[in-house]
């Protein structure tokens, strides 16, 4: 099916190791985004993409790094984790009009 | 500063009954606004959006108001059903700025009772 794939579902990390949280999709979609997800914070913008080899900060990019190789895929690396980045991240892409975002299931991240 | 604010941590309404979330901002440049539902352990969907250069936006049960005025909108679900509990986030965009950035309210809480 057509949509945002992200992998893996669930992950425990320990403090200090690094990681990539996989996202692809296959909509040809220009934008893609990572939020972040904490209770009684909403969804928060960690990095962003414009389209292949263009990224960009977001609210939150501290401790996060992307890279947009190709048009359907938007990885995001942490780099040595940390509690505080125990969280649900969700993948997002949207066509260049912004009409419509679709997300990923998630990715349950935590880190101890 | 949230720019984007839900100030109702929840809401519980009866079946068939009118549920209203609100949804403020603060953000002048915002044009585009959009809802998403999202379901325990998914991925947020997308419900419905406005224009900033509308005040109103119906897609059957749900109609989404814009109060530029005010800074204020709200998504109307009538008549409400069990299946419409779930969280529901506001959402906003600035034009001219890369469609990839979305500002998210809190979320609130929706629980439609049988």
């Known amino acids: 099916n057509a949509g945002v794939t992200q992998t893996p579902k669930f992950q425990v990390l320990k403090t200090g190791q690094s990681m990539t949280l996989q996202c692809a999709q296959d909509m040809n979609h220009e934008y893609m985004s990572w939020y972040r997800q904490d209770p009684g914070m909403g969804l928060r913008l960690i990095h962003y993409?414009?389209?292949?080899?263009?990224?960009d900060q977001g609210e939150v990019p501290n401790g996060y790094n992307v890279s947009r190789s190709t048009t359907e895929d938007f990885p995001l690396r942490l780099l040595s984790a940390a509690p505080s980045q125990t969280s649900v991240y969700f993948c997002a892409s949207t066509t260049r009009h912004g009409y419509g975002y679709t997300f990923g299931s998630g990715t349950r991240l935590t880190v101890v | 500063d949230q720019q984007v604010k839900q100030n109702s941590p929840s809401l519980s309404v009866q079946e068939g009954r009118i549920s209203i979330l609100n949804c403020d901002y603060t953000n002048s440049m915002f044009d585009y606004f959009l809802w998403y539902k999202k379901y325990p352990a998914e991925g947020p969907t997308f419900l419905i959006s406005i224009s900033s250069i509308k005040d109103k936006n119906e897609d059957g049960r749900f109609t989404v108001f814009l109060n530029k005025s005010a800074k204020h909108l709200s998504l109307h679900i009538v008549p409400s059903q069990p299946g419409d509990s779930a969280v529901y986030f506001c959402a906003a965009r600035s034009d001219g700025t890369s469609y990839g950035k979305l500002t998210f309210g809190q979320g609130t809480i929706l629980t439609v009772h049988p």
């Open positions: 993409s414009v389209g292949a080899g263009i990224t």
